[in-house]
């Protein structure tokens, strides 16, 4: 593989770092060292479900935990609030019904690395996602119990990581907010158990918030501290960084962008995307042999309606087969039985639309951060004579 | 006498046939290829060492630091970036425009904080601009 992708896009479907090891991890993709950030490689995408120790990793600052005592952690609901509450570990199991969810967490730049022209930033194949089911405790029982007073406008989320810089700059703590009547607040999950076990730290142990439906920069990790805010969060997390165009697709110009003339706002919700996943176009295929095309889609804006397979270049598309049905937010599953007829390279398309009727498009994306990729992904396969 | 004739002509062309075709059989089926890797760049982590007590721990994340292009202003640029993050959030980057480069060190000490003189960040963008670019990285 070579060192760096670029000027162009990424040709690769994952980034083209080597395998590392880190703690609680199999070999991951490595992206940074310093803080860490670890992408799933494409073979783990396989099931509707990503394994815990395979599960991407993106942190912001390099003070991340190494260890936590749950003699003295907290969760502690704070600020604007009339009766300021903090949890055990032990008291959010025992006091609060169990509440479980199958959930997308996609880094908001996965991706990055198909822009055209390429932006800086972490420089993500498709791998900085991952699907697990997640169980806890409702934020909105943990709000209700410290009673937020009136006046009160935003909730925010702060973890255990910090970094070197001063107070008040972002390199020094990483912070997230909601404005407080959300609706999204409603369905967040204070997640202690990823697919059924403690989270691993990379991924925020002891407790991580869970945002269906929204990019993973709102889930964070080790969170320690929900804050009730009486103004907007201004901090660099909210009110510079993972900012998207107002436009459709969250699409703009370097010129337009350089003209100071497009509106942003704070990221959000997480547009249809779908992935071809086996076989990966590394081997050949026989030609007149039926092969199962396996691959998996999901949409923050609620369900995956259909996933369709195009096999002549986008001029006609056929229905993918569902797998089992995990939940809206969840990734689903698909297959299609796909005999390609003759000798020669064979380009296969998948597109997703979701229940509110959003589908795929074959049209790039373009703005400043490098998010919200989400064209219609392709996958070259060559087919062999098979007599 | 006649049928005879034809009989070993058959049997030969035949035998001739089946041995070629072997032989070409033979030839379409590769075998034992190997070919000397190397062992031991990522290690198998030895199981962790528990406790049954509160406290839960992970070992050392592990480091693994980029090589940065040899040149004048690396010092400088390895020791200020460091302060925050790995240099790997420099090789990781796609060859980007000089223009970029200059932003990104803006944006990492008036944002950020990062405290570096006007002096090393004249050095240390005139240094990534001599070697991450599109026109001056190299593989």
Redesign the interface.
Same mark, same amino acid.
């Given at each position: 593989m070579p060192s760096f992708t670029g000027p162009g896009a990424n040709p690769y479907w994952n980034s083209v770092g080597p395998y590392v090891s880190q703690p609680q991890k199999s070999p991951l993709l490595l992206l940074t060292d310093r803080g860490v950030q670890l992408e799933t490689p494409r073979s783990y995408f396989q099931t509707a479900f990503t394994p815990n120790h395979a599960f991407y990793v993106r942190w912001h600052l390099e003070g991340i935990p190494n260890a936590v005592d749950l003699k003295t952690w907290r969760l502690h609901v704070e600020g604007n609030v009339a009766q300021p509450v903090s949890y055990s570990l032990a008291d959010l199991i025992r006091k609060f019904p169990a509440e479980s969810i199958a959930a997308v967490n996609q880094c908001s730049g996965n991706s990055r690395s198909r822009l055209e022209p390429r932006v800086p930033g972490g420089q993500w194949g498709n791998g900085a996602m991952g699907n697990a089911r997640w169980t806890g405790v409702r934020l909105r029982e943990l709000l209700h119990a410290a009673a937020p007073k009136t006046g009160s406008l935003q909730i925010q989320f702060q973890g255990l990581e910090s970094g070197a810089g001063s107070e008040g700059y972002g390199s020094h703590f990483f912070l997230k907010s909601f404005d407080l009547g959300d609706p999204v607040l409603d369905e967040c999950i204070v997640a202690y158990a990823m697919n059924g076990e403690p989270l691993p730290m990379l991924n925020g142990f002891p407790v991580r918030l869970v945002v269906p439906g929204y990019f993973a920069t709102y889930w964070m990790k080790c969170l320690t501290w929900i804050r009730v805010l009486d103004k907007t969060d201004d901090n660099f997390w909210m009110k510079t960084a993972y900012r998207i165009p107002d436009t459709p697709r969250g699409n703009t110009t370097p010129g337009d962008v350089k003209a100071g003339t497009v509106k942003m706002i704070p990221i959000n919700r997480m547009p249809v995307r779908s992935f071809l996943i086996s076989p990966d176009g590394d081997a050949k295929i026989p030609a007149g042999m039926p092969v199962q095309v396996r691959g998996i889609a999901f949409s923050g804006f609620g369900g995956v309606a259909k996933v369709e397979v195009s096999t002549d270049g986008l001029k006609t598309w056929q229905l993918a087969r569902f797998g089992e049905d995990f939940g809206r937010y969840s990734f689903r599953t698909w297959e299609f039985t796909w005999t390609p007829k003759a000798p020669g390279r064979n380009t296969l398309a998948v597109r997703a639309s979701d229940s509110a009727g959003n589908t795929q498009p074959d049209q790039p994306v373009w703005n400043p951060g490098g998010y919200l990729w989400n064209r219609i992904e392709r996958q070259d396969y060559f087919v062999g004579a098979a007599e | 006498m006649q049928l005879v004739k034809r009989y070993f002509a058959l049997l030969f062309g035949g035998s001739l046939v089946i041995v070629l075709a072997a032989g070409l059989l033979f030839a379409q089926v590769k075998r034992g290829n190997y070919a000397p890797a190397t062992l031991g /760049?990522? /290690? /198998?982590?030895p199981p962790?060492t528990l406790t049954d007590d509160?406290?839960?721990?992970?070992? *050392? #994340?592990?480091?693994?630091?980029a090589e940065l292009e040899e040149g004048e202003g690396r010092a400088e640029t390895e020791s200020f970036c460091s302060?925050?993050?790995?240099t790997? #959030?420099i090789?990781?980057? !796609?060859?980007?425009p000089a223009a *970029?480069w200059e932003a990104?060190v803006t944006k990492m000490r008036k944002?950020?904080? *990062?405290p570096i003189s006007d002096e090393s960040a004249a050095l240390i963008v005139k240094y990534l601009q001599a070697h991450y670019t !599109?026109d001056t990285?190299k593989?």
């Open positions: - | /760049q990522l /290690q /198998q982590p962790a509160s406290v839960y721990q992970v070992s *050392a #994340y592990q480091l693994y630091p302060l925050c993050h790995g790997r #959030y090789t990781m980057q !796609p060859p980007l *970029a990104e944002t950020l904080g *990062a !599109p990285r593989q």
